[in-house]
T-cell receptor, first 114, second 112 residues
């Protein structure tokens, strides 16, 4: 049973570019959440997708957007990249019907903006 | 904002029990206590969670005080592979409100 997978593992972009990160949830999970983790900090919640719609959102600008597909996989898009967007981007999946909706994390995508 | 307070760092001798404390004095009745850990540059790993009662699984035990204002994560026999940052998180049990607010956690170092 595959856990949460993310692609790519590493990415280098330049300021002003756009990036798309991908996440496949754990089998049986229908909810995907995205987090940003800057160096030396704990992960910060970006947003959560359920039934192909954004359900919750943290304190992130509109440059951060996402999408969830019918197979529950998800994408995170970041436009007009800034140097400060350099971070580890984590995807977590959970089941709306599972007990207490525990989130399980993927290995992350490390983004470097130059 | 994080609703928990943890010591920034702790050491533990290999083979001994590691007891990681967490204060969550403002926890409400419908909030769970969750523990995750993160080994360098990897995604956070779920350890255990509880609501009121103490919990135990193959990884750890979670002891929650009767007033629910604090808890302790216990790793019964710490190994070098348990060296990681441990996060204590309180999270609503409301459906659709399961996003996690991470603090800075406790950096546990297991010493040979």
């Amino acid at each position: 049973d595959a856990g949460v997978t993310q692609s790519p593992t590493h990415l280098i972009k330049t300021r002003g570019q756009q990036v798309t990160l991908r996440c496949s949830p754990k089998s049986g999970h229908d909810t995907v959440s995205w987090y940003q983790q800057a160096l030396g900090q704990g992960p910060q919640f970006i947003f959560q997708y359920y039934e192909e719609e954004e359900r919750q959102r943290g304190n992130f600008p509109d440059r951060f957007s996402g999408h969830q597909f019918p197979n529950y996989s998800s994408e995170l898009n970041v436009n007009a990249l800034l140097l400060g967007d350099s971070a580890l981007y984590l995807c977590a999946s959970s089941s709306e019907t599972g007990w207490s909706e525990t989130q399980y994390f993927g290995p992350g995508t490390r983004l470097l903006v130059l | 904002d994080a609703k928990t307070t943890q010591p920034p760092s702790m050491d533990c001798a290999e083979g001994r029990a590691a007891n990681l404390p967490c204060n969550h004095s403002t926890i409400s009745g419908n909030e769970y206590v969750y523990w995750y850990r993160q080994i360098h540059s990897q995604g956070p790993q779920y350890i255990i969670h509880g609501l009121k009662n103490n919990e135990t699984n193959e990884m750890a035990s979670l002891i929650i005080t009767e007033d629910r204002k604090s808890s302790t994560l216990i790793l019964p026999h710490a190994t070098l592979r348990d060296t990681a940052v441990y996060y204590c998180i309180v999270r609503s049990s409301q459906t659709g409100a399961n996003n996690l607010f991470f603090g800075t956690g406790t950096r546990l170092t297991v010493i040979p």
